[in-house]
């Protein structure tokens, strides 16, 4: 009941249902007027046609009965007004005399002769001798006064006609009217409906585009060709429909396509995702979510500037489609697609939504990987890099967008620390150990502003004499309730969460201040300070030394920058860059754990340090192992050929000693004399003439 309720109601509402009955409504009326009208009219002219026949009856009759009258003959009256009222025209009649006294009546048991009559209308027409007529009730009454042919007035008739033909007349014309009208209506409306169909039909269309582009989609056109307001306004309307879906098109393009490689961006990446992976549940399969970082563009983007960064970004995307295009085909049809996205800066993911088996994830990743190696072309040059790719699959590391990227992204940065160009499934524990590293962060920061950090200095001495020949300053974190902890506990993530630059700044200066104080009392303990990648790699990294010297008053030749081989051979031209100002003015500088990287020989001869320090690991096992013995012997050599310092780390044992001595190396460094110790220890070791002592024990 309710649907149909529903369905009259809408058409109801609708506007040709609206007008129809509006235009019916009309119709009706007006016709209805024009009958009424008609009928009055009619009427009318019945009413006198019956009244003057009336007059005429009443009139003819008072000659009739002149004579009789005269005579006062009551039988020939009572026979003239039994014929008069045979007729259908007169229901009743009688003849008065001049007292007004009945002669003769049609109804004479209820009239007897001699009665006296009172009627008005007999007496008006007996005091004026004129004929007089009355409507009263449904009849019309006639009062003619009777002349003798001497014309002396001798009484009066009294006539009644009815009016039954009058209504009859009006009922008949009344229901004709009905007829008619109704007629009218029926023929009028199917018409009327049409014409107002007609001239609605393109605000139908209007209202029918309207809905549609408001439910369905905006790629509508509205056709009117009426040639009026309408065809004007429907033309607008398709304007402004075209405008809508071209804004429309271009607001979903800005919110969900990445500009420069034309990918989906993250939140088309997250939205999908979510489908994907809720899907995945509902249908018991499996998919994963790929986080890819590029490896060295930073570097790249900074030599190149933005402009070649964004070609590089646009042919990486490229090659991404492509590599996960090859998979899908691979895979066969009938699946869905995988999707490529760019979530920001050198950071891409890829949604699989099927997988067989995780081994396929790790196979796309690896397609990846290798398309990324291949040499890009920019502008001339050949550039390379790498990708480091985290996996999440889903449902098992994730059903929800955030917890995959965020799964995969700890995979990625797994991938990244062993070295880049490599492939790390998410783990839990990657969860509990990015916890670790957060809450680390979070110290660390309050660390600096806490004055939490101070600098131990361990000393280097010369071989030759046993003299203090310098320091090495080395980071202490004097952590609230973890104690005293060493820079291998918090350097890296200092490094990951970009703090290293304050860290260092902060150590170079307290180094500097330390061997400025030194230099001030008439000792010149020069101060080895260690620079991690960040901090050397970045921008103003000379003038921060150079400001450190200035604010300490420390002569540059007493300070002494390490940097570890594998800095200096990351990217040797820059290095020698980097270094050769700060040389030109004093200040030497170290490779640090060397023997650990990869030096390549012809680099080594034309970098511009000062000093090899040997790593611990192959003094710790020179004694023992002939392979290290070879290592450091070959280091010595090498040092001896460039003209350069040597120091050997980690010395532990007297024998260390005593094999370092007979090659020919010239410092060393160890827990042998000290361990790294506080400034003020260190001031009183230096005093007390330690490294002597520790001499005098080998010799
Ligand atoms: P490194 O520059 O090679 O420093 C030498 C490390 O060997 C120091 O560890 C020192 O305590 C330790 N060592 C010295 N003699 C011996 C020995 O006889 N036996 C053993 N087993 N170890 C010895 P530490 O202080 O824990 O520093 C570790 C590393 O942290 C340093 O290695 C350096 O690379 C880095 N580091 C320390 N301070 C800073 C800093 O201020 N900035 C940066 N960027 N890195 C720092
Ligand atoms: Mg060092
Ligand atoms: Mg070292």
């Given amino acids: 009941m309710a649907p149909i309720r529903n369905a009259f109601a809408r058409i109801m509402k609708s506007l040709v249902v609206k007008f129809t009955?509006?235009?019916?409504?009309?119709?009706?009326?007006?016709?209805?007027?024009?009958?009424?009208?008609?009928?009055?009219?009619?009427?009318?002219?019945?009413?006198?046609?019956?009244?003057?026949?009336?007059?005429?009856?009443?009139?003819?009759?008072?000659?009739?009965?002149?004579?009789?009258?005269?005579?006062?003959?009551?039988?020939?009256?009572?026979r003239r007004i039994g014929r008069l009222v045979e007729r259908p025209e007169v229901t009743e009649a009688y003849v008065v005399d001049l007292n007004r006294r009945i002669l003769a009546h049609s109804n004479p048991e209820n009239a007897p002769v001699s009665r006296l009559v009172s009627n008005p209308l007999v007496v008006m027409a007996l005091g004026s001798g004129d004929a007089r007529l009355e409507r009263q009730g449904g009849a019309i009454h006639v009062a003619a006064p009777v002349y003798t042919s001497a014309g002396r007035m001798i009484?009066?008739?009294?006539?009644?006609?009815?009016?039954?033909?009058?209504?009859?007349?009006?009922?008949?014309?009344?229901?004709?009217?009905?007829?008619?009208?109704?007629?009218?209506?029926?023929?009028?409306?199917?018409?009327?409906?049409?014409?107002?169909?007609?001239?609605?039909?393109?605000?139908?269309?209007?209202?029918?585009?309207?809905?549609?582009?408001?439910?369905?989609?905006?790629?509508?056109?509205?056709?009117?060709?009426?040639?009026?307001?309408?065809?004007?306004?429907?033309?607008?309307?398709?304007?402004?429909?075209?405008?809508?879906?071209?804004?429309?098109?271009?607001?979903?393009?800005?919110?969900?396509?990445?500009?420069?490689?034309e990918l989906p961006n993250r939140e088309r990446f997250r939205k999908e995702v979510e489908r994907v992976a809720h899907k995945a549940v509902e249908e018991n399969h499996s998919g994963a979510v790929l986080f890819l970082d590029l490896d060295r563009f930073k570097r790249v983007n900074d030599s190149l500037g933005i402009g070649e960064g964004d070609r590089l970004l646009e042919m990486t995307a490229r090659r991404l489609r492509e590599a996960a295009r090859g998979c899908d085909?691979?895979?066969?049809?009938?699946?869905?697609?995988?999707?490529?996205?760019?979530?920001?800066?050198?950071?891409?993911?890829?949604?699989?939504?099927?997988?067989?088996?995780?081994?396929?994830?790790?196979?796309?990743?690896?397609?990846?990987?290798?398309?990324?190696?291949?040499?890009?072309?920019?502008?001339?040059?050949?550039?390379?890099?790498?990708?480091?790719?985290?996996?999440?699959?889903?449902?098992?590391?994730?059903a929800d967008p955030e917890t995959l990227l965020r799964h995969a992204d700890l995979?990625?940065?797994?991938?990244?620390?062993?070295?880049?160009?490599?492939?790390q499934f998410f783990e839990p524990s990657m969860n509990q150990s990015a916890f670790e590293r957060l809450v680390l962060e979070n110290e660390l920061r309050e660390a600096i502003s806490q004055n939490q950090l101070t600098v131990f200095y361990q000393p280097k001495v010369r071989l030759q004499d046993g003299a203090l020949a310098g320091a090495e300053a080395l980071v202490r974190w004097k952590h609230p309730t973890a104690g005293l902890l060493a820079p291998g506990a918090f350097i890296e993530a200092a490094e990951e969460c970009g703090l290293i630059g304050e860290i260092g700044d902060w150590v170079l200066r307290a180094a500097c201040r330390q061997a400025a104080e030194?230099?001030?009392?008439?000792?010149?303990?020069?101060?080895?300070?260690?620079?991690?990648?960040?901090?050397?790699?970045?921008?103003?990294?000379?003038?921060?030394?150079?400001?450190?010297?200035?604010?300490?008053?420390?002569?540059p030749r007493l300070l002494e920058i390490e940097l570890t081989e594998s800095i200096a051979m990351k990217d040797p031209e820059r290095v020698i860059e980097q270094v050769q100002p700060l040389r030109e003015?004093?200040?030497?500088?170290?490779?640090?754990?060397?023997?650990?990287?990869?030096?390549?020989?012809?680099?080594?001869?034309?970098?511009?340090?000062?000093?090899?320090?040997i790593d611990q690991s192959f003094v710790r096992n020179m004694t023992t192992d002939e392979h290290s013995r070879i290592v450091v012997e070959t280091i010595l050599a090498m040092a001896r050929s460039l003209k350069l310092e040597t120091v050997a780390e980690g010395v532990e044992e007297p024998a260390q000693l005593e094999a370092l001595r007979d090659l020919g190396c010239t410092l060393v460094q160890g827990y042998l004399f000290s361990r790294p110790v506080p400034a003020e220890e260190f001031t009183a070791l230096a005093a007390a003439g330690f490294s002597a002592s520790a001499l005098r024990k080998t010799a």
Avoid at 411 to 423: F, P, Q, S, T
Avoid at 532 to 542: I, T, Y
């Fill in 21 to 78: 009955l509006l235009a019916g409504a009309l119709i009706l009326v007006s016709t209805l007027l024009l009958m009424a009208m008609e009928n009055r009219a009619a009427r009318g002219d019945l009413q006198q046609r019956l009244t003057e026949r009336a007059e005429l009856i009443g009139q003819v009759f008072a000659l009739n009965v002149a004579d009789d009258a005269a005579d006062r003959n009551a039988d020939a009256l009572e």
């Fill in 155 to 261: 009484g009066a008739v009294h006539v009644i006609a009815p009016m039954d033909e009058l209504e009859a007349a009006s009922g008949d014309m009344l229901r004709r009217h009905i007829l008619i009208s109704l007629f009218a209506l029926a023929c009028m409306l199917p018409l009327a409906a049409l014409a107002v169909g007609r001239a609605l039909a393109p605000i139908q269309k209007l209202t029918d585009a309207a809905r549609a582009a408001s439910t369905k989609s905006l790629d509508v056109q509205i056709e009117v060709k009426t040639g009026d307001e309408l065809e004007v306004l429907a033309n607008a309307f398709n304007r402004m429909l075209a405008r809508i879906d071209a804004n429309l098109k271009r607001i979903h393009r800005l919110a969900y396509v990445d500009m420069i490689t």
């Fill in 329 to 398: 085909l691979a895979n066969g049809d009938g699946g869905e697609p995988s999707m490529v996205a760019r979530l920001g800066g050198d950071e891409f993911t890829i949604l699989l939504p099927k997988l067989d088996s995780p081994a396929d994830a790790a196979r796309v990743a690896q397609m990846v990987i290798n398309a990324i190696r291949r040499p890009f072309e920019i502008s001339g040059h050949q550039l390379f890099l790498g990708a480091s790719v985290g996996v999440a699959v889903f449902p098992q590391d994730g």
């Fill in 411 to 423: 995979a990625m940065a797994c991938a990244k620390r062993a070295g880049g160009n490599a492939v």
């Fill in 518 to 555: 030194w230099h001030r009392q008439g000792r010149d303990v020069p101060v080895a300070v260690n620079v991690s990648a960040m901090q050397f790699e970045r921008e103003g990294f000379c003038e921060s030394v150079l400001e450190a010297l200035d604010a300490a008053g420390l002569p």
């Fill in 585 to 613: 003015r004093g200040v030497n500088f170290a490779i640090d754990d060397f023997g650990t990287g990869h030096s390549s020989l012809s680099y080594l001869t034309r970098m511009p340090f000062d000093v090899f320090k």
